[in-house]
């Protein structure tokens, strides 16, 4: 239903424009019809047109109204109908792949995509570029002077490819006529030439890619992770942090089995912890939220979270034991402010216990200075996106086994990594505290 609504909305665009363009009868050609330059499209003469063109799983129709494109599945039932009053055209871009177009001057087409094995039908996209023959490069449309980025996804965003790539970008009145060129080099590279700046310089620069590989889909395959991206893909089309840039994700082992937590982290400023979650008897479970500056620190497979927060010279410190989908707190540690009443003391408190200061210190030695913590933090997570979830889990997903393969090749570098991030943290805690 969507799609086709999106459909009809072009259709009325198309209507629009229609009232502007040349009179006369314009028709389809069959799918080898498709002009090589759909951006300077050249259409054909009436005596060329034949009135019902039929293809493999599509066909258009001459009507009053204009001209019908109908969409059928394997089975041949219709799964799609729309009627332009321009000429479309209908080509096969890629195996099982159709390219249904329409022209409305140059520079002015508008494509979308159908896969005929599961009649999946693409999102419309204006004078983009197709490259690879399953990626679609373009900018978005609506803000002449623009400082957007140049989108690579997959036709049908599924996930397999969402990245964003910002340059000096030429302005121009049509976003993608900066774009002159871009062409897949190998699975991780794309060679790509545009305009640049206000002297409108061409540059020409092979820029990295990470799409999910063959290897990549098979990690998202597993359990925790199906779910895990079902979780992301919710979250994110109702979450204001998504709208507003701040949300971002990591994962990490915290308990001792081999499913990652998953981490997410919606601001850094003070208020803001860190909502942990994991994957307990096949459902996403929410775990809570710990820390503050959108940083919190876990001992890796030990199953603890160390949790601090400091207000107006209070600090308070918390340590959970996490297990079989729950956080259970195992300790309290707080300090009040050192200027009280009676001058500059501290109290300690264990648990709403008062204890003396080497009682404290003596806690803290155990729980948390002889402990290995690892420090989450904000600037270090992966955006998240209403687009290219499945492409930032599957990375996501990578950095945990290059990091596994690191730290049993060279388990030095995971200590002096811990002692770096624990020397950040208490840097960090005394510019706070000052």
Known sequence: MKRIMMAGALGLVMALLYLYARSGVICTGNSSDAPANRTDTVL????????????????????????????????????????????????????????????????????????????????????????????????????VWRHDPLILTDIFEEGILYQEIFRDFSETADPMSAIYDIELEDETHVRLE???????????EVVEIQPVSADREANLKEPYALAYLEFLEEYAQDSEYVETGFARFSLAYIDDDEVPELLLIEDYCHAA???????????????GEFGSFGRMQYAEREGVIFSYFMGQGEENTDFYKVGEGKAELICNMHLSPPLSHNGFTEEYEIDGI?????????????????????????????????????????????????????????????????????????LLDMIVQK
């Open 194 to 204: 545009y305009c640049e700046k206000e002297a409108y310089t061409n540059v020409n």
């Open 354 to 426: 008062s204890v003396d200061g080497e009682t404290y210190q003596a806690k803290w030695q155990a729980l948390y200075e002889a402990q290995a913590y690892i420090l989450v933090i904000y600037e270090e997570g992966i955006p998240i996106r209403e687009k290219g979830l499945k492409r930032s889990l599957a990375g996501a997903v990578d950095q945990l086994e290059a990091d596994r393969i690191q730290d049993e090749k060279y388990p030095v570098c995971l200590f002096a990594k811990i002692n770096r991030l624990l020397q950040i943290e208490r």
């Open 273 to 287: 912890g860190v909502r942990v979650f994991t994957f307990y008897q096949d459902t996403v479970v929410e775990l």
């Open 44 to 143: 054909p003469q009436k005596e060329e047109i034949e009135k019902d063109i039929c293809g493999e799983q599509f066909s258009v129709q001459e009507t009053l109204d204009g001209y019908e494109i109908i969409l059928y599945d394997k089975e041949g039932e219709k799964v799609y109908s729309e009627v332009y009053p321009e000429k479309p055209w209908v080509k096969e871009v890629s195996e099982g792949i159709l390219e249904i177009g329409v022209s409305v001057g140059s520079p002015a087409r508008y494509t979308f995509y159908f896969r005929k094995e599961d009649a999946a039908i693409s999102d419309t996209f204006f004078n983009a570029k197709l490259f690879g023959e399953q990626y679609i490069a373009h900018r978005p449309l609506g803000n």
